[in-house]
């Protein structure tokens, strides 16, 4: 079946960098993107940006884009997010999500467990 | 602050319907369709809603989707307690250039 299978969580301190994986298995790897979607702790979700499997381009949030870098490794199957100058309020779960393209609009299915990011001095 | 508006809870009783609410913008629920996320507390987002209305293959024809102007409704009848849980709102903004989502409305079943 179609899964997405993220890292562990991670503790970092103000100011450092943290990278999280999303393994995909189930599927044709090349034909989907792969969205980041992050969830502060009682807050709603937030779209970071997504990257294609295909050609590695990466699309960022206008939030995120100063400070973030999606990448793929196509020999593992693997996206990377990587989110550098952490501050506290960065402290939130991260998803990764498939992206489905159809000629209407796109959705995400499915989801990774999700990876804990906390920022904390 | 979320882009788009949601109640920040909603109840029913078992055997009741409820409907919840997305209000956004002409950059995104006014030109854009609304997809509805489910999320059980502690677990991932899962999809219950795109496309106008389609539901994927497990998600029971209970849940329905519409939209009116730059509003959107998620609606839930006949109530069952596993449907406690919280119900995200999302669309692609055009201003924004990027996916939004809802605060998320939790649904309690009482």
């Known amino acids: 079946q179609v899964q997405l299978v993220q890292s562990g969580a991670e503790v970092k301190k103000p100011g450092a960098s943290v990278k999280v994986s999303c393994k995909a298995s189930g599927y044709i790897f090349f034909n989907y993107g792969i969205s980041w979607v992050r969830q502060a702790p009682g807050q709603g979700l937030e779209w970071m940006g997504w990257?294609?499997?295909?050609?590695?381009?990466?699309t960022y949030a206008q939030d995120f884009q100063h400070r973030v870098t999606m990448t793929t490794d196509t020999s593992t199957r693997t996206v990377y997010l990587e989110l550098r100058s952490l501050r506290s309020d960065d402290t939130a779960v991260y998803y990764c999500?498939?992206?489905?393209?159809?000629?209407?609009?796109?959705?995400?299915?499915?989801w990774g467990q999700g990876t804990l990011v906390t920022v904390s001095s | 602050q979320s882009v788009l508006t949601q109640p920040p809870s909603a109840s029913g009783t078992p055997g009741q319907g409820v409907t919840i609410s997305c209000s956004g913008s002409?950059?995104?629920?006014?030109?854009?369709?609304v997809t509805w996320y489910q999320q059980v507390p502690g677990t991932a987002p899962k999809l219950l809603i795109h496309?106008?209305?389609q539901r994927p293959s497990g998600v029971p024809d209970r849940f329905s989707a519409s939209k009116s102007g730059t509003s959107a409704s998620l609606a839930i009848s006949g109530l069952q307690s596993e449907d406690e849980a919280d119900y995200h709102c999302?669309?692609?903004?055009?201003?924004?250039?990027?996916?939004?989502f809802g605060g998320g409305t939790k649904l309690t079943v009482l």
């Open positions: 496309s106008n209305g």
């Open positions: 990257t294609s499997a295909y050609n590695h381009n990466a």
């Open positions: 999500a498939r992206r489905i393209t159809s000629p209407a609009e796109d959705w995400f299915d499915p």
């Open positions: 999302a669309a692609w903004d055009d201003s924004l250039n990027g996916w939004v």
């Open positions: 002409p950059s995104n629920i006014g030109s854009k369709i």
